[in-house]
């Protein structure tokens, strides 16, 4: 089982990138796909979620309005794209299979794939 965040790169304050996850080893299909995040010196955070089905997508305050979640499952892949992005989106971005429940959304199991880093300078 293997997931591969990739797309990071260095932008400046307002543009965009789009990040991308794909899975080796397993189908992603079958699981809910959350987005994390973490900057230097700060704990990981949630950033976006997205249902198996791609029907429900969940986003922290601190990307809602300027993010969206989708998969494609016939590339086994899910993206992030990331709009008018700040300083403060500058962190290692990961993904992972998360579960969703009537409380929220988290990470499903005790697994963390490769990362990309985004880095929002001027």
């Known amino acids: 089982v293997q997931l591969q965040a990739s797309g990071g790169g260095l932008v400046q304050p307002g543009e965009s990138l789009r990040l991308s996850c794909a899975a080796s080893?397993?189908?992603?299909?079958?699981?809910?796909i959350g987005w994390y995040r973490q900057a230097p010196e700060k704990e990981r955070e949630g950033v976006s979620c997205?249902?198996?089905?791609?029907?429900?997508?969940y986003y922290s305050d601190s990307v809602k309005g300027r993010s969206t979640i989708s998969r494609d499952n016939a590339k086994n892949t899910v993206y992030l794209q990331m709009n008018s992005l700040k300083p403060e989106d500058a962190a290692v971005y990961y993904c992972?299979?998360?579960?969703?429940?009537?409380?929220?959304?988290?990470?499903?199991?005790?697994?963390w794939g490769q990362g990309t880093l985004v880095t929002v300078s001027s």
């Open positions: 997205i249902s198996a089905s791609g029907g429900s997508t």
């Open positions: 080893g397993f189908t992603l299909d079958h699981y809910a």
């Open positions: 992972a299979p998360a579960f969703i429940n009537e409380a929220g959304w988290g990470r499903l199991f005790d697994y």
